[in-house]
């Protein structure tokens, strides 16, 4: 009974630690609130080329304590919202907010998925969730449906990467010279 006990310990700390290296992750990000970052892809598949072309920005525009909204520009189009949510029991969510230029959701918003493993080295994963692969067999995208989103913060810089079977896109941002912030989405404020 005694090394049963012994064996349960480490995983229960392990278990236990699982949230607050997350939330830790999250609080790092948010401690970026209000400033914007220039980005490049970092990938190099000739599907990305138009992106690559692109100046990158993203914004972490608005945070609280249990949500962090990111617009992400690509050059012109400000359609994209990445938001980071922190859920009640310690684990991350990622979804991509997507929106026409009048503030109307695109078909294809809303997308994403929640950590299942702890973060390490400031990285978190985000396998496709049930909404997520629901929607992109709704609107013939099966191949998305093995999307897995991560997110990677160092102390100069934050990667957002898309990998899945024969896909791989990555963008970099350098957290260590902020520009000016682009103007809100839709005309808010």
């Given amino acids: 009974m005694k090394h049963l006990m012994t064996g349960l310990v480490p995983l229960a700390l392990a278990a236990c630690s699982q949230p607050a290296d997350q939330a830790g992750l999250f609080d790092r990000l948010g401690a970026y609130c209000g400033q914007a970052f220039g980005g490049h892809v970092a990938s190099d598949d000739p599907?990305?080329?138009?992106?690559?072309?692109?100046?990158?920005?993203?914004?972490?525009?608005?945070?609280?304590?249990?949500?962090?909204?990111?617009?992400?520009?690509?050059?012109?189009?400000?359609?994209?919202?990445?938001?980071?949510?922190?859920?009640?029991d310690?684990?991350?969510?990622?979804?991509?907010?997507?929106?026409h230029e009048d503030?109307?959701?695109?078909?294809?918003?809303?997308?994403?998925?929640?950590?299942?493993?702890?973060?390490?080295?400031?990285?978190?994963?985000?396998p496709a969730d049930g909404f997520s692969r629901?929607?992109?067999?709704?609107?013939?995208?099966?191949?998305?449906?093995?999307?897995?989103?991560?997110?990677?913060?160092?102390?100069?810089?934050?990667?957002?990467?898309?990998?899945r079977p024969e896909r791989h896109f990555a963008a970099a941002f350098d957290l260590t010279r902020p520009v000016d912030a682009p103007p809100p989405p839709w005309g808010f404020e």
């Fill in 47 to 88: 599907r990305d080329a138009d992106w690559a072309s692109q100046r990158l920005v993203m914004h972490v525009r608005e945070c609280s304590d249990t949500e962090i909204r990111i617009p992400l520009h690509v050059g012109e189009d400000r359609s994209r919202t990445w938001v980071i949510t922190r859920m009640d």
């Fill in 134 to 163: 629901e929607l992109f067999e709704r609107e013939g995208i099966p191949a998305s449906m093995e999307n897995v989103w991560s997110i990677t913060l160092t102390e100069d810089s934050f990667t957002y990467a898309l990998d």
């Fill in 90 to 99: 310690g684990h991350l969510r990622l979804k991509h907010d997507h929106r």
């Fill in 103 to 126: 503030g109307s959701e695109d078909v294809l918003t809303r997308y994403g998925g929640d950590t299942v493993s702890q973060p390490s080295d400031g990285r978190a994963e985000f």
